[in-house]
């Protein structure tokens, strides 16, 4: 099974960039430095959770699921009570929401308070206790 270094590094090649670029990509949103060097100790050692998890999926373009997990959750079946504009299921809300608003993010200018104020609020919902 795959673990959250492996995809990062398959993610990573597949955009071609090097461990490099990607920290100075993740800086960038972070507004502080990440090294090569950490982005080295992830792919190496498998199943890290770093604390910029959140801003790592955005720059590869992949859901936090995804990135954590290995997996991509499926909208619910037709019939199911799915609100309008339903991005995508999981059995844990908060995943639910950070999914939506790793979709939101996309559309956000860069760097712009509305950015900055939803990655705050994904942090914070990252760090929240299961049900």
């Given at each position: 099974?795959?673990?959250?270094?492996?995809?990062?590094?398959?993610?990573?090649?597949?955009?071609?960039?090097?461990?490099?670029?990607?920290a100075?990509?993740?800086?960038?949103?972070?507004?502080?430095?990440?090294?090569?060097?950490?982005?080295?100790?992830?792919?190496?050692?498998?199943?890290?959770?770093?604390?910029?998890?959140?801003?790592?999926?955005?720059?590869?373009?992949?859901?936090?699921?995804w990135?954590?997990?290995?997996?991509?959750?499926?909208p619910?079946?037709?019939?199911?009570?799915?609100?309008?504009?339903f991005?995508?299921?999981?059995?844990?809300?908060?995943?639910?929401?950070?999914?939506?608003?790793?979709?939101q993010?996309?559309?956000?200018?860069?760097?712009?308070?509305?950015?900055?104020?939803?990655?705050?609020?994904?942090?914070h919902?990252?760090?929240?206790?299961?049900p």
């Amino acid at each position: 099974m795959a673990t959250l270094g492996d995809r990062v590094k398959q993610k990573r090649i597949s955009l071609g960039w090097s461990q490099a670029e990607l920290a100075a990509r993740v800086s960038k949103i972070l507004r502080r430095k990440v090294s090569q060097v950490a982005i080295h100790h992830i792919e190496s050692r498998g199943n890290v959770s770093p604390r910029f998890v959140v801003e790592l999926a955005h720059v590869l373009g992949v859901s936090l699921s995804w990135l954590q997990h290995g997996r991509e959750d499926q909208p619910p079946a037709a019939g199911k009570d799915a609100p309008a504009g339903f991005i995508g299921h999981s059995s844990e809300p908060s995943q639910a929401l950070l999914d939506m608003l790793m979709e939101q993010i996309y559309q956000m200018p860069e760097g712009s308070a509305e950015e900055k104020a939803v990655l705050t609020i994904m942090r914070h919902l990252k760090k929240q206790p299961k049900p």
